[in-house]
């Protein structure tokens, strides 16, 4: 029998016995409501998604995500509202290598711990497990691409702009870049970085660089790295720019470590208008230094000439293929 229909049937008793005036049915009843009710009480879960991402040694390293809470009644509800997030990292993460060509974690699998710390992930069965979990991913993976559908919105624009390219610039600034081209896309998808730029994670370094799809720019990006002994654990950077302050907070600094003990931290994000005039102003200063800001320090780092004339060159370079920002 359905609880709601135990329930039901409960209540009308109650109301029945209360009529009679039996006292020792009423409370036998509503024992058993108590106890029928507290059966529907949602339980915690921990939902924990495992991935691959890019070493900055070169490969894959393991990674995983922090830990989210399920409330559900059952195991096997709060399984498939786990499997139901896994798909939807995977829907983002294939959807991010179609547009970019990469993704930043790979998603592979995903543990769910129940009150007790068992990983209930290995071993659940249920009726009708297969048919549920395949309706599940295959509505997660009938959506549309939503960031190809901005690219290619954002390729048709800049389009338009074709006519303002300018091929001597372009020629007399691509000596000072590096272009990585993905030879299976379609597209011509091409990453364009400065020479000077750190190689690896674990040096000291801030630049911006673009991606280009058939030649047409876009995804204008600034990244800055931090290699040191300690760490800092920053969230937000302050520049002091030709004596103007600017300040810019990331969405994400990711961390990491090796090197008998040294740590490095980053960030690597796209630029949009409303970051226009700290590029600007860091494109052409004549003296730049930016603050690091941590959990309990912060680390004064000044900006190197090279470094100024690189971002330079990389916007002339966006600018004379077309691109906007």
Same mark, same amino acid.
């Given at each position: 029998?359905?609880?709601? +229909?135990?329930?039901?049937?409960?209540?009308?008793?109650?109301?029945?016995?209360?009529?009679?005036?039996? =006292?020792?049915?009423?409370?036998? =009843?509503?024992?058993? !409501?108590?106890?029928?009710?507290?059966?529907?009480?949602?339980?915690?879960?921990? @939902?924990?998604?495992?991935?691959?991402?890019?070493?900055?040694?070169?490969?894959?390293?393991?990674?995983?995500?922090?830990?989210?809470?399920?409330?559900?009644?059952?195991?096997?509800?709060? @399984? %498939?509202?786990?499997?139901?997030?896994?798909?939807?990292?995977?829907?983002?993460?294939?959807?991010?290598?179609?547009?970019?060509?990469? *993704?930043?974690? &790979?998603?592979?699998?995903?543990?769910? %711990?129940?009150?007790?710390?068992?990983?209930?992930?290995?071993?659940?069965?249920?009726?009708?497990?297969?048919?549920?979990? =395949?309706?599940?991913? *295959?509505?997660?993976?009938?959506?549309?691409?939503?960031?190809?559908?901005?690219?290619?919105?954002?390729?048709?624009?800049?389009?338009?702009?074709?006519?303002?390219?300018?091929?001597?610039?372009? &020629?007399? %600034?691509? $000596?000072?870049?590096?272009?990585?081209?993905?030879?299976?896309? $379609?597209?011509?998808? +091409?990453?364009?970085?400065?020479?000077?730029?750190?190689? @690896?994670?674990?040096?000291?370094?801030?630049?911006?660089?673009?991606?280009?799809?058939? #030649?047409?720019?876009?995804?204008?990006?600034?990244?800055?790295?931090?290699?040191?002994?300690?760490?800092?654990?920053?969230?937000?950077?302050?520049?002091?720019?030709? #004596?103007?302050?600017?300040?810019?907070?990331?969405?994400?600094?990711?961390?990491?470590?090796?090197?008998?003990?040294?740590?490095?931290?980053?960030?690597?994000? *796209?630029?949009?208008?409303?970051?226009?005039?700290?590029?600007?102003?860091?494109?052409?200063?004549?003296?730049?230094? =930016?603050?690091? !800001?941590?959990?309990?320090?912060?680390?004064?780092?000044?900006?190197? $000439?090279?470094?100024?004339?690189?971002?330079?060159?990389?916007?002339? %370079?966006?600018?004379?293929?077309?691109?906007?920002?």
């Amino acid at each position: 029998m359905e609880i709601n +229909a135990i329930c039901g049937y409960i209540r009308v008793t109650c109301k029945l016995t209360k009529k009679t005036n039996n =006292m020792k049915k009423l409370l036998l =009843m509503g024992t058993l !409501i108590i106890t029928v009710v507290s059966c529907q009480q949602s339980k915690n879960y921990e @939902y924990v998604e495992l991935g691959a991402k890019e070493s900055i040694f070169g490969g894959t390293e393991r990674d995983e995500k922090d830990r989210v809470i399920i409330r559900a009644k059952t195991d096997s509800i709060a @399984y %498939l509202e786990a499997f139901q997030k896994f798909c939807i990292s995977e829907k983002v993460s294939k959807d991010m290598e179609d547009v970019y060509g990469a *993704s930043a974690t &790979k998603p592979t699998d995903f543990k769910l %711990l129940d009150e007790q710390g068992n990983n209930i992930a290995l071993t659940i069965n249920f009726d009708k497990i297969d048919s549920l979990k =395949m309706s599940v991913r *295959s509505r997660i993976f009938e959506m549309k691409n939503s960031l190809k559908e901005s690219a290619d919105a954002y390729k048709e624009k800049e389009f338009k702009n074709s006519e303002k390219i300018d091929s001597s610039k372009i &020629k007399e %600034l691509e $000596p000072y870049f590096n272009t990585k081209k993905d030879e299976f896309d $379609p597209d011509g998808l +091409a990453w364009h970085k400065p020479k000077s730029a750190p190689k @690896y994670t674990n040096r000291n370094g801030i630049y911006c660089y673009f991606q280009s799809y058939n #030649g047409m720019p876009s995804n204008l990006r600034l990244r800055l790295q931090y290699h040191a002994d300690d760490w800092l654990f920053f969230h937000k950077v302050q520049f002091s720019i030709d #004596g103007k302050a600017f300040e810019f907070i990331p969405m994400d600094t990711e961390t990491d470590s090796g090197n008998g003990g040294r740590i490095w931290e980053w960030f690597d994000e *796209s630029m949009g208008r409303s970051n226009t005039e700290l590029i600007d102003a860091l494109a052409n200063a004549k003296s730049a230094k =930016m603050k690091l !800001i941590g959990r309990q320090y912060y680390d004064i780092k000044t900006i190197t $000439p090279t470094q100024i004339k690189d971002i330079k060159r990389t916007l002339d %370079l966006y600018k004379a293929m077309g691109g906007n920002y």
